[in-house]
């Protein structure tokens, strides 16, 4: 069933019972546009303790090879764990409005 | 558990789930899994980690996810784990697998202590994870008996003549060890190797597990998001919810380095404001003293240290 | 047709002696009278390995469906048993199961719902969830009992919907009656082996079952579930068909006794039936066009074709074993007055109340139902229910 489909499926094709088959499909479902900051990464400050990562409640850190990448903005909320609870002394993460993020002055 | 493998690993939680920004559960379901593993059946109680994760046709359940109703999830993970057991004596299934009920305080201490204390009482190789926000959050922040006392809540709030919820929380964790099962330990969000550890260890033994996590709510205890994991470690720091675990009966308690007082942890919340008006210093004493008390009762229970040898 | 086995046995040993050849993967269970025998016998068959079903005694029977949702989502054949507050107690799991498609059996031994607490027959708990989203078939007498576990249990995994089985406690749980009993492979065979496509347990084919459903979905999937049991009517006849081969006896969606030339009839359900049958060869002795027509399957109620056996008939009196306390009519008569209506039928009808917690009915209260319908016939008014066998 493709639920990107902008016209919901009717009872009659959509699969039986209150089910949904294959996990994870929340992803499809981005809820970046919560946010009214962002957290950007300041690589050159960070230990990739991944101390974010095991925080998220989005999983929206994303780590490839044992390093601390960036930020999944389709599905973070802003919600500042991430900056709050890098150990690093003044921050591997900060928080930006999102509007100026968009606006592309950060 | 080594963070280092667990983000090679494919999110077992994953994003796109609808709970508030900085939720505590959502941090207790993505850290108990990642412990856990792939091979898992999660079944989870009406609340808030279940509405929020599964709301068809989007899920964010990357394991096998049941929920039946509020009540029972102690009840219905022993149905998933009894036909596991029917199945592997009958040869028809050959894999190990990890059975976890989550559910929140509402749905454990409350309306589904019946359904738990039997699971329990009865032996089922299951893990039950509490994540316990002191309140029925999902329905609108409503008194539960996991809601500590003068907590402001919709149904016990602090108002002109009366100042929040009156009577002590229920302790369930007590009641868990009085169980007799061979795994009992309280964990906060804020300590994640605490809280994996415990996991990790529940899961290596066999028989019925419960694991009780304080998981602070900014929307129902009123704070900003960004210091959720900081007020979980709060609790713990303040004696407010010890970290200790219970195995077969043996009590092993995590000392803070500072045992802070508990103002350092009240002021942090919304939910207790109405506390830091003059006339109710009295229940900030009571507060203080029943934080107190009890810490000097679960030391009790700890086991003599042997003496350092001179 | 096979070999059967005569032996005595009352409602409760008999579905007990079916849910042993059926063996299912798990049985999870809470005791209430009448029912408690049925699990009682059953984990005497478990402690003496007879059965692989993993017996889970559970502490209510709110947690008896809510394991039997659990094992069943997870890819068992799940059965349990249990009676009026039980089945109240586990109404709400009830109807998650028939939501969730699962094909549970429950062997719904037929009491009366308290207040007043009464341990004795009537159909009110079963009539509490009529509208589940359950298969509801009444048993007349032991042999029916068996017959109908076996068969429930093809109905269940085919239509996906879930089946209770019901038996009138003590008349029936606990009278002791002569039946014929399939071998066990023969039993094993005809119910067949259970293959889900989709369970928890496949970690190929991973599911989230029990999502919320917001305005979007809910009413799509209430359609599915109602279409099903719809669709279930043609399932539990090719079930039975199937077990006509293999018994040699034949079941349908209801029972036509002395129907052929009858001209007043009594609609009855379950026991009754059977004292009825009694009545009407009486009767029929001394000419009297008598007749009874016993529905089998409630839900789905086979409405058409129930109203279709009625054309000829000059009066009906419809017996319910519990009151829907609408002020008019217990919930039987509801049903064949809009089958009636629906088919454009105006028969005089009389509704009986009867034997609520298991107030006897004698055999010449049912005789004075069919003088009452012949009465009715000639032109006598009578109130559209009459209340029989209380004390005024």
Sequence with gaps: MDIKKKEKPGWKTLPEFDVIVGGGTAKEFKTGDWRSERPIHIPEKCINCLTCFMYCPDSAVIVKDGKMMGFDYDYCKGCGICMHECPVKGKAIKMVSEKDAKKGCI | ?????????????????????????????????????????????????????????????????????????????????????????????????????????????????????????????????CYNNEAYMNTGVQRSGATPMGADTTTAPAGKVRQGKEQFRKDLTEIMVAHKIPYVAQAVVGNWRDLTSKVEKALAIEGPKFINVLQPCRLGWSYKPETTCEIGRLAAETCVWPLYEVTNGVYKISKPREKKPVLEWLQQQGRFRHLSKPENKPILDAIQANIDSNWQTLLAKEPPQAPKQP | MAKQDIVARTGNEAMAEAMRQINPDVVAAYPITPATEVVQIFASYVADGLVDTEFVPVESEHSAMSACIGSSAAGGRVMTGTSSQGLALMAEMVYIAAGLRLPIILADVNRALSSPINIHCDHSDTMMVRDSGWVQIFSENAQEAYDNMLQAVRIAETARIPVMVTTDGFIISHGMERIEILDDATAKAFVGVYKPKDYLLNFDRVLTLGAIDLQDYYFEHRMQLAEAMKNSKSVIMDVAKDYSKTAGRNYGLFELYKMEDAKFAIIAMGSTAGTTKFVIDGLRAKGLKVGLLKPRVFRPFPKDEIAAALKGLDAVAVMDRSDAVNGHEGPLAVEIKAALYDNGLNKPLINYIYGLGGREIKTEEIESIYSDLSEIAKGKKMDRVTYLGVRE
């Design chain 2, 1 to 129: 558990m080594n963070v280092k493998e667990v983000v090679k690993q494919k999110e077992l939680f994953t994003g796109g789930h609808r709970a508030c920004a900085g939720c505590g559960a959502a941090i207790v379901a993505r850290q108990v899994l990642m412990a856990a593993g792939p091979n898992t059946v999660v079944v989870s109680a009406t609340g808030c980690l279940e509405v929020v994760s599964t709301i068809f046709p989007y899920t964010a359940w990357n394991v096998p996810f049941l929920h039946s109703a509020f009540e029972n999830s102690g009840a219905t993970i022993c149905g998933v784990e009894a036909l596991y057991k029917s199945w592997m004596r009958q040869g028809k299934y050959n894999k190990k697998v990890n059975f976890i009920a989550f559910g929140g305080d509402g749905g454990t201490y409350d309306i589904g202590l019946q359904s738990l204390s039997g699971a329990m009482e009865r032996g089922h190789n299951i893990l039950y994870v």
